[in-house]
């Protein structure tokens, strides 16, 4: 109960320190964060929770498929330097390069751009009292993270990833 509550305040704290951090709602007319983005064909996987269930690690079942997040910097991937790709922890799709990762200092992977637009989706999402954009992977529909108007440049875009919605592949 108590980590519960401590996931609570740090979801609700980084909530209310991002919504400080920009001065605007995600745009959907620029193809900013909050804008569908459409997708090319993808060959969906589509599974039961409990195929899910046993497939994924109990931290990567609570974040991937019940939309949950894990404590910032205690993810294994929130401070990795190496060069490679990022791919989804449940179906393997290829999500960001280690080319586009900066350090947002949030406590969790971040880049500017997925490596293909159509590899992940985003949409409203109203939870805890505020708006955000959820990120999901577009072949599986796992629950990634959520993408902020406050990125570096060229993008201006903050994709706020957990770790352990992603595997790294070295390159």
């Known amino acids: 109960m108590k980590k519960l509550i401590a ?7 980084l909530g209310v320190y991002c919504l400080g951090q ?12 909050g804008a569908k983005m459409e997708s090319k064909e993808i060959e969906k996987v ?40 990022y791919l ?18 949030t406590g969790w992977p ?3 751009q997925p490596v293909a637009k159509e590899n992940v989706e985003t949409e409203n999402d109203d939870t805890l009292g505020m708006r955000r954009v959820e990120v999901t992977c577009s072949r599986c529909g796992a ?6 108007d406050d990125g570096p440049r060229p993008t201006g875009l903050r994709y706020c990833i957990n770790s352990a919605s ?6």
């Open 7 to 13: 996931i609570l305040i740090v979801c609700l704290s």
């Open 22 to 33: 920009t001065s605007k709602q995600p745009s959907r007319s620029k193809g900013k964060a």
């Open 46 to 85: 589509v599974k039961t929770e409990e195929e899910w269930q046993k497939i994924l690690t109990p931290m990567q079942f609570y974040v991937m498929r019940k939309k949950g997040t894990e404590r910032a910097f205690t993810g294994d991937l929130w401070d990795n330097h190496e060069k490679g790709v």
């Open 88 to 105: 989804c922890a449940a179906c393997g799709q290829e999500l960001f390069s280690s080319k586009t990762k900066f350090d947002s200092g």
């Open 110 to 112: 971040s880049f500017w």
């Open 143 to 148: 629950h990634l993270g959520h993408v902020f």
């Open 166 to 171: 992603l595997k790294f592949a070295k390159q």
